[in-house]
C-alpha cells in the first residue's frame, strides 16, 4: 500500500476531527481570498477611473473630494453649482464663447471677448456636467455629445468609448428634439432596458418625484469597468427643459433666490428648438483637459477665486489608494493571515493529539517493515492534505461569497466584485502557502511519531 493511500485511509479513519480542522482552514483562506478580491477590486476601480481623460474638474467652492466623487465615481452628493456663463470662461479657442454665446442666446456680458481661460485650454477641452438626478438607482448626468465623442477611458486612457447598441446622442434631433440618451451596460442590464425605450429622471433624490419628460435611448455602451457603466447620460439641452431645473436670479451678496426668476422659455410641443438662455443655466462641474504645460498654473488661479475650485481627480484617487485604500488592505490581510496561523495551530493539535492513540499502530507498521522515515512521511502527508484540501475550499468560497459584498462595495466605490473576473496574483501564493503550513504543522506529530519506540508500543 502506498503512503498516500495509508494517509488517506488514517483521514477518513478520524474523518470528523478532520473535516471541522479542514474547515476551521476553509475558513481563513476565505477571508484572505475575500480581502484580496474586494480591496484588489476597489483599487482596480480608482486605478482605471484615475485615467479618465481629463486634466482637471472645476466645480463651486468645497470639498475636492466630494467634487471628485460625485463627478467622477458617480457617488456622494453634488457640492454647489457654478453658472453656465462661468463654464464658457473655459472654452478653447479665441471665438468660442461668443459662438456659445450666439448658439444658446440669453444675457452674458461682454459675449465678444474670449474666455479668461480659453488661452490654457486652448488644444484641449472643456465639458459641462450637469448632476443631482436620478434615473432608478443610478445617477442621471446631463452632458454633451462630445462626454463620449472626446473622453477615452482604459489602463493607458486610450480607449474610445463603443456602443453595444445605437449610437451617441445629438445636440438636437428632427426625432427626439434635446431629449436622446445614452445608458450605460450595467443601467441597461439591471433595469432591462433597450434602445428606444423612454427613462424618466427623478428630480433630487433616488425616488424622488419624477419629471414629466422622458428621453429616449439611442445608446447602450459596452461594458468599460468605469462608473460611466451606472450612468444614465442625457442631452443637457433637454436636462435644461426639465421641471426645476431653471437657475433662478440670485441676490449677490447674500445669495438669496429672487422669487418669481426661475421660469423657462416658452415651448411649443417637444420638438421645438428654443433652449433655455445662458443666464438660467447652471453647471455642476466642468471636466477640463489643458492645452499644454503651461496651463498647470491654472489650477491655482481657479483655486484662488471666490467661488470655484479646480482639482485633479488622478492626484486625489491616488491619495485615497495610498492614505485608506492600500494601509486598510494591509491591516486586514494581516488579520486574517492570523486566522489561518490559528487554523495550522488546530492541524498540529489534532494530529497531535491522536498521535497516543495510533502509537500502537505505528509499532506494528514498523514491525512490519516500515522505515522511521515512512511513518514520517504519512503523518506530513495528513497535515498537508488537510492544508491543502481546506485551502483550496476556502479559495472557491471566497470567490463565490465575493460577489454578495457588491450590495455594500458598488454604493460606496463604485466597485463591482464578480466571480472569478478578480482573481488576485497574489493568491498564486495561496498553494505552496498551504503545502508549507501543512508542512509546518505537521512536523511535531511526526517527529513524535518518528520517536515511537517498537518496543514500548506493542
Same mark, same amino acid.
Given at each position: 500500500?502506498?503512503?498516500?493511500?495509508?494517509?488517506?485511509?488514517?483521514?477518513?479513519?478520524?474523518?470528523?476531527?478532520?473535516?471541522?480542522?479542514?474547515?476551521?482552514?476553509?475558513?481563513?483562506?476565505?477571508?484572505?481570498?475575500?480581502?484580496?478580491?474586494?480591496?484588489?477590486?476597489?483599487?482596480?476601480?480608482?486605478?482605471?477611473?484615475?485615467?479618465?481623460?481629463?486634466?482637471?474638474?472645476?466645480?463651486?467652492?468645497?470639498?475636492?473630494?466630494?467634487?471628485?466623487?460625485?463627478?467622477?465615481?458617480?457617488?456622494?452628493?453634488?457640492?454647489?453649482?457654478?453658472?453656465?456663463?462661468?463654464?464658457?470662461?473655459?472654452?478653447?479657442?479665441?471665438?468660442?464663447?461668443?459662438?456659445?454665446?450666439?448658439?444658446?442666446?440669453?444675457?452674458?456680458?461682454?459675449?465678444?471677448?474670449?474666455?479668461?481661460?480659453?488661452?490654457?485650454?486652448?488644444?484641449?477641452?472643456?465639458?459641462?456636467?450637469?448632476?443631482?438626478?436620478?434615473?432608478?438607482?443610478?445617477?442621471?448626468?446631463?452632458?454633451?455629445?462630445?462626454?463620449?465623442?472626446?473622453?477615452?477611458?482604459?489602463?493607458?486612457?486610450?480607449?474610445?468609448?463603443?456602443?453595444?447598441?445605437?449610437?451617441?446622442?445629438?445636440?438636437?434631433?428632427?426625432?427626439?428634439?434635446?431629449?436622446?440618451?445614452?445608458?450605460?451596460?450595467?443601467?441597461?442590464?439591471?433595469?432591462?432596458?433597450?434602445?428606444?425605450?423612454?427613462?424618466?429622471?427623478?428630480?433630487?433624490?433616488?425616488?424622488?418625484?419624477?419629471?414629466?419628460?422622458?428621453?429616449?435611448?439611442?445608446?447602450?455602451?459596452?461594458?468599460?469597468?468605469?462608473?460611466?457603466?451606472?450612468?444614465?447620460?442625457?442631452?443637457?439641452?433637454?436636462?435644461?427643459?426639465?421641471?426645476?431645473?431653471?437657475?433662478?436670479?440670485?441676490?449677490?451678496?447674500?445669495?438669496?433666490?429672487?422669487?418669481?426668476?426661475?421660469?423657462?422659455?416658452?415651448?411649443? $410641443?417637444?420638438?421645438?428648438?428654443?433652449?433655455?438662455? /445662458?443666464?438660467?443655466? *447652471?453647471? +455642476?462641474? !466642468?471636466? @477640463?483637459?489643458? #492645452?499644454?504645460?503651461?496651463?498647470?498654473?491654472?489650477?491655482?488661479?481657479?483655486?484662488?477665486?471666490?467661488?470655484?475650485?479646480?482639482?485633479?481627480?488622478?492626484?486625489?484617487?491616488?491619495?485615497?489608494?495610498?492614505?485608506?485604500?492600500?494601509?486598510?488592505?494591509?491591516?486586514?490581510?494581516?488579520?486574517?493571515?492570523?486566522?489561518?496561523?490559528?487554523?495550522?495551530?488546530?492541524?498540529?493539535?489534532?494530529?497531535?493529539?491522536?498521535?497516543?492513540?495510533?502509537?500502537?499502530?505505528?509499532?506494528?507498521?514498523?514491525?512490519? $517493515?516500515?522505515?522511521?522515515?515512512?511513518?514520517?512521511? /504519512?503523518?506530513?502527508? *495528513?497535515? +498537508?492534505? !488537510?492544508? @491543502?484540501?481546506? #485551502?483550496?475550499?476556502?479559495?472557491?468560497?471566497?470567490?463565490?461569497?465575493?460577489?454578495?459584498?457588491?450590495?455594500?462595495?458598488?454604493?460606496?466605490?463604485?466597485?463591482?466584485?464578480?466571480?472569478?473576473?478578480?482573481?488576485?496574483?497574489?493568491?498564486?501564493?495561496?498553494?505552496?502557502?498551504?503545502?508549507?503550513?501543512?508542512?509546518?504543522?505537521?512536523?511535531?506529530?511526526?517527529?513524535?511519531?518518528?520517536?515511537?519506540?517498537?518496543?514500548?508500543?506493542?
Amino acid at each position: 500500500m502506498s503512503l498516500l493511500r495509508i494517509a488517506i485511509r488514517n483521514l477518513w479513519y478520524r474523518k470528523f476531527p478532520t473535516f471541522l480542522t479542514m474547515f476551521s482552514m476553509s475558513l481563513g483562506v476565505a477571508l484572505v481570498v475575500l480581502v484580496l478580491t474586494i480591496s484588489g477590486q476597489i483599487e482596480r476601480t480608482f486605478e482605471q477611473t484615475g485615467n479618465v481623460g481629463y486634466n482637471l474638474i472645476v466645480g463651486a467652492k468645497g470639498s475636492s473630494v466630494q467634487l471628485v466623487f460625485n463627478t467622477v465615481l458617480f457617488l456622494s452628493e453634488p457640492v454647489e453649482n457654478v453658472p453656465y456663463s462661468y463654464y464658457m470662461e473655459y472654452l478653447p479657442g479665441d471665438d468660442a464663447r461668443r459662438k456659445e454665446y450666439e448658439r444658446i442666446g440669453g444675457v452674458l456680458a461682454e459675449p465678444e471677448r474670449k474666455g479668461y481661460y480659453s488661452s490654457f485650454t486652448k488644444g484641449g477641452f472643456a465639458i459641462p456636467i450637469c448632476m443631482g438626478d436620478y434615473v432608478g438607482p443610478f445617477r442621471c448626468i446631463g452632458t454633451t455629445p462630445e462626454y463620449f465623442n472626446t473622453l477615452k477611458h482604459g489602463n493607458e486612457g486610450n480607449l474610445p468609448y463603443e456602443f453595444a447598441q445605437g449610437r451617441n446622442f445629438v445636440d438636437y434631433s428632427e426625432e427626439n428634439g434635446y431629449f436622446e440618451a445614452v445608458i450605460g451596460s450595467q443601467v441597461a442590464a439591471e433595469m432591462q432596458l433597450k434602445l428606444g425605450d423612454d427613462i424618466f429622471a427623478s428630480h433630487g433624490v433616488e425616488g424622488g418625484e419624477t419629471h414629466d419628460d422622458g428621453f429616449k435611448i439611442v445608446g447602450i455602451l459596452k461594458p468599460t469597468g468605469t462608473p460611466n457603466d451606472r450612468g444614465a447620460f442625457v442631452n443637457i439641452e433637454g436636462f435644461y427643459l426639465l421641471e426645476g431645473h431653471v437657475a433662478p436670479d440670485r441676490d449677490l451678496i447674500s445669495g438669496i433666490e429672487k422669487r418669481g426668476t426661475a421660469v423657462a422659455p416658452e415651448r411649443e $410641443g417637444r420638438l421645438s428648438k428654443v433652449r433655455l438662455p /445662458i443666464d438660467k443655466r *447652471e453647471v +455642476t462641474a !466642468i471636466l @477640463v483637459r489643458l #492645452g499644454g504645460p503651461a496651463g498647470i498654473g491654472m489650477q491655482k488661479q481657479v483655486n484662488k477665486s471666490a467661488f470655484a475650485i479646480a482639482v485633479s481627480p488622478i492626484s486625489v484617487l491616488n491619495q485615497l489608494l495610498e492614505f485608506f485604500v492600500k494601509p486598510v488592505k494591509f491591516g486586514l490581510f494581516i488579520l486574517t493571515s492570523l486566522v489561518c496561523v490559528v487554523s495550522a495551530i488546530g492541524i498540529l493539535v489534532s494530529i497531535y493529539n491522536s498521535m497516543s492513540e495510533r502509537k500502537r499502530d505505528i509499532a506494528v507498521m514498523r514491525a512490519l $517493515g516500515a522505515s522511521r522515515d515512512h511513518v514520517t512521511a /504519512i503523518i506530513l502527508l *495528513e497535515s +498537508t492534505m !488537510i492544508a @491543502v484540501i481546506g #485551502g483550496v475550499a476556502g479559495w472557491l468560497i471566497g470567490h463565490l461569497v465575493g460577489p454578495i459584498s457588491n450590495a455594500w462595495t458598488k454604493n460606496t466605490t463604485g466597485a463591482t466584485v464578480d466571480i472569478w473576473s478578480t482573481v488576485s496574483s497574489q493568491e498564486l501564493w495561496l498553494v505552496p502557502g498551504m503545502i508549507f503550513i501543512g508542512i509546518l504543522a505537521g512536523l511535531i506529530p511526526a517527529i513524535s511519531a518518528y520517536r515511537t519506540s517498537v518496543v514500548e508500543s506493542l
